[in-house]
């Protein structure tokens, strides 16, 4: 079976630092990879409200996960801090891939990388909705030109 491999954008739009807790180690000694989705979804939360948004409220929308991928990279332990690097890339009608990486702050050891496809979805009608107009422009990345 082919392994999972993400390509990253060339830079990231927003970081944020998170710190890892006993309470996110498993009896490996490590981070669990169950707990380090738990961090990415704080990411993502961070991510969304550095543009002005709460999950549950983009333009009027909320969003749902329609899958996800990750590629662990090396281990991360208690103590470490921790620093997620995220994107919105491949925008669709509907929906978007949220790109991140993660990296242990002191030594730049990369930690995973995945990404998340998400819908916006009118929890009101139960219905997904195209992504909002601002939303789109204020995630894109600058054009190079």
Not at 16 to 31: A, P, R
Not at 40 to 51: C, D, H, T
């Amino acid at each position: 079976m082919p392994r999972v491999k993400i390509e990253l954008p060339e830079q990231f739009s927003f970081h944020t630092e998170l710190d890892i807790y006993q309470s996110h180690i498993n009896y490996g000694g490590h981070l669990d990879n169950a707990l380090l989705l738990t961090l990415v979804s704080e990411a993502r939360a961070r991510y969304f409200k550095s543009l002005g948004y709460h999950e549950g409220n983009i333009e009027g929308v909320g969003i749902i996960m329609a899958d996800a991928a990750v590629q662990y990279k090396s281990e991360a332990f208690q103590g470490e801090t921790l620093i997620v690097g995220m994107a919105a890339a491949d925008f669709s009608k509907k929906g978007c891939d949220l790109v991140w990486q993660m990296h242990e702050k002191t030594h730049q050891r990369e930690v995973a990388r995945g990404k998340a496809g998400i819908v916006f979805m009118d929890y009101a009608t139960r219905t997904i909705v195209p992504v909002p107009a601002a939303f789109r422009h204020r995630a894109s990345p600058p054009d190079p030109c």
